[in-house]
């Protein structure tokens, strides 16, 4: 008999966790508590809930939350606050949801005084990472049920065919082959993995895009966009003020329409294998072209350079799932303090597949001084003469070690 007497499940209503709601209840005998988060993934949620109500989960046990504003706000924002970039391209948009659903997975269990937590994640990706280090972070001493580390369900088959005995519904696009890709959506991107995508050198089909237009098919009208930011963060969009989740919603749909934020990319998982995966992150490409922009004109050189040098570290933590790690914590510190100065507005063109800066100001705490940097008289607001000086200091170990060489 297991120890196990309530247990919360991450739940999206999909077959893989309709599969794994009743094998808890098969194998644990447990009370199940069923979790889905809202982060913007454009699917309609309530089917979830009557899918839970027809597996006997109790009207209090299922929570079906919003947390679009608070993903964006306090996940999605913080992150962009340092440029960050896995790998030299990857936005991110999968690794970044997981602290929040793990968070939401922990309150819940506390809430309702659950005993353990459960996830869908197969033990070959990261995501099982992802949530685990954050659950055990914020709850040292919860037991963790990852089904697809004790089943035997290890393929489709066999998955369908527990569905079947256990009156599980499913969907004709299972029965005939299973969806083309495995999907995960929310409101800064949306990626593909599997199938066709398995071969690094076969070009994703056209058809598999669901929120771009292919850049040859965008519009041949540019479109400007004026980007406001205070403290790093984006504000309003052409003068209008949004709140975060609007902001990306709005920078979605631009991008989409004009084919921007396609990726594809052979990354290195967590669990040390290469996998590829093609990514749709529209408003984030826009995002952080705009906050670079910003930042050329308010950071202090040796702060910008000094964020670039920590940025792949900082990409790394949340790709690996320590956002609740003390040394993630602490370099979010950091980072926020370097935006204070962060303010002003940036003004962009989206032009087929292009984020093209075409002016930038702040009128408060612009670094840009033009008596100095101009190309016309200057009226001495610099002396050229002193740029002798620091050349030759700088070159000095050069002359030496060059003199050196030649007396051998």
Not at 6 to 22: C, F, M, P, R
Not at 146 to 169: C, N, Q
Not at 184 to 190: F, K, Q, S, V
Not at 253 to 258: C, I
Request: with cysteine; charged share 30%; hydrophobic share 40%.
């Amino acid at each position: 008999m297991s120890d196990v007497k309530k247990v919360v499940l991450a739940y999206s209503g999909g077959l893989d966790t309709s599969v794994i709601l009743k094998w808890l209840q098969d194998t644990y005998q447990c009370e199940v508590v069923t979790f889905t988060a809202d982060l913007g993934q454009g699917e309609e949620l309530e089917p979830a809930r009557q899918k839970a109500l027809k597996f006997g989960i109790k009207p209090e046990n299922i929570f079906i939350d919003d947390l679009r504003e608070e993903f964006v706000r306090d996940f999605v924002f913080p992150m962009f606050r340092a440029n960050t970039i896995y790998e030299g391209e990857y936005l991110l948009g999968t690794s970044i949801a997981r602290p929040l659903i793990a968070k939401r997975l922990i309150e819940i269990a506390r809430q309702t005084g659950a005993d353990a937590i459960a996830h869908g994640a197969t033990g070959k990706g990261n995501d099982q990472v992802r949530f685990e280090l954050g659950a055990y972070a914020l709850m040292p001493n919860i037991k963790i049920i990852a089904p697809w580390r004790e089943w035997d369900l290890l393929s489709r088959e066999k998955l369908l065919k527990y569905a079947e005995d256990a009156g599980i519904e499913i969907e004709m696009k299972h029965k005939q082959g299973g969806a083309p890709y495995s999907m995960d959506a929310n409101l800064l991107h949306i990626s593909y993995e599997g199938r066709h995508l398995e071969d690094p050198n076969a070009e994703p089909e056209a058809s598999m895009w669901r929120w771009t237009v292919s850049p040859e098919d965008a519009p041949d009208q540019a479109e400007y966009l004026d980007i406001e930011f205070e403290k790093g963060d984006i504000v309003a969009l052409n003068g209008k003020r949004m709140t975060p989740a609007a902001v990306l919603a709005e920078l979605n749909r631009l991008g989409s329409k004009h084919g921007i934020g396609r990726l594809d990319l052979v990354e290195n998982r967590y669990v040390g294998m290469k996998s590829r995966g093609c990514y749709e992150t529209p408003g984030g490409t826009i995002m952080l072209k705009a906050h670079r922009a910003i930042e050329s004109l308010t950071l202090d050189r040796e702060v910008a350079h000094l964020k670039d040098d920590l940025m792949p570290r900082y990409a790394s933590m949340i790709y690996n799932g320590y956002w609740w790690a003390p040394e993630r914590v602490a370099l979010q510190q950091l980072i926020d303090h370097t935006q204070e100065h962060v303010n002003g507005t940036v003004r962009l063109k989206l032009y087929k597949g292009n984020v093209i800066v075409v002016g930038r100001d702040s009128k408060t705490d612009s670094l840009f001084d033009n008596t100095i940097a101009t190309f016309e008289d200057d009226a001495g607001a610099y002396d050229q003469k002193d740029a002798g000086g620091f050349i030759k200091l700088n070159a000095l170990r050069l002359r030496i070690a060059a003199n050196a060489r030649q007396k051998k």
